[in-house]
């Protein structure tokens, strides 16, 4: 048994205007008002976020953003600063998203930067890695893992990432129902808290949090949420609908 309470976000991606937001941000409040035992995210588009806030600041759903701009200020259109998503209502923050090192050119290095920024802030971030099909097809997906995780906590001590939150997130199961095997997932965060004790001690790796993504839905939560080192699951497709999310949330495992 570990202390590590689960948590469960919902990443919406650029779906949802503002008021479809927060009608599912409202309803999601009322199905899971009676969860205590997890804690529980939605990362609306940018554009929902203060609204959104608005609608769930009395529950127990928090606000993360999808994503964040590591600079204060400053002439960098169509970006978004750490103190901009403070200011409307977010505690958490995405990082490093498949999709964003996919089609928009996030490195490791940026989520280096992203996540200082993020901490400087205190935004918590969540910090997502993973392998493409063929990099596990080649055999390479510590290889990459271990690469994505050393560049992107390089020059962090333990106490900056006491609050961190890792999602691993297989390339090859974002979006695609595909989902890794809870056998194939826990194998993967095994390893994961085994490197987060070599770089930052024992103290750190019992206690972050590791969640997995990747065509999550209540069907499959439970298998996963029952592996020692899952400690819960970033869910895109399946958090757009409250109810669906509601039933991942309130997972048996
Ligand atoms: C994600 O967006 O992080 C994700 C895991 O998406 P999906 O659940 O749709 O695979």
């Known amino acids: 048994m570990n202390n590590r309470k689960p948590f469960i976000a919902g990443n919406w991606k650029m779906y949802k205007t503002a008021a479809e937001s927060v009608e599912t941000a409202k309803k999601l409040a009322c199905l899971v008002s009676g969860v205590i035992n997890v804690d529980v995210m939605i990362a609306p588009p940018f554009t929902a976020l203060s609204h959104v806030y608005e609608a769930i600041k009395e529950s127990s759903v928090m606000l993360g953003a999808q994503n964040l701009f590591w600079e204060k200020e400053g002439a960098y259109t169509g970006e978004i600063s750490p103190g901009m998503i403070v200011s409307s209502g977010c505690r958490y923050v995405i990082i490093g998203h498949s999709e964003r090192r996919q089609y928009f050119g996030e490195t490791d290095q940026t989520v280096n930067k992203k996540i200082r920024s993020a901490l400087n802030n205190g935004l918590v971030p969540v910090i997502c890695i993973g392998e493409t099909e063929n990099e596990r097809d080649a055999a390479d997906t510590f290889n990459i893992l271990d690469k994505q995780i050393k560049m992107g906590l390089e020059g962090f001590s333990p106490y900056d ?28 965060h095994r390893f994961l808290r085994n490197l987060i004790e070599t770089l930052l001690g024992k103290k750190i790796a019992g206690s972050t949090r590791i969640l997995y993504g990747g065509s999550v839905k209540p069907e499959n939560i439970g298998e996963l949420m029952s592996m020692p080192d899952i400690d819960g699951a970033l869910v895109g497709g399946a958090s757009l609908d409250a109810e669906k999310f509601a039933s991942i949330i309130n997972f048996k495992s």
């Open 161 to 188: 990432l006491e609050q961190m939150i890792l999602a691993y997130e297989p390339v090859w199961a974002i979006g695609t129902g595909k989902t890794a095997t809870s056998d194939q997932a826990q194998e993967v």
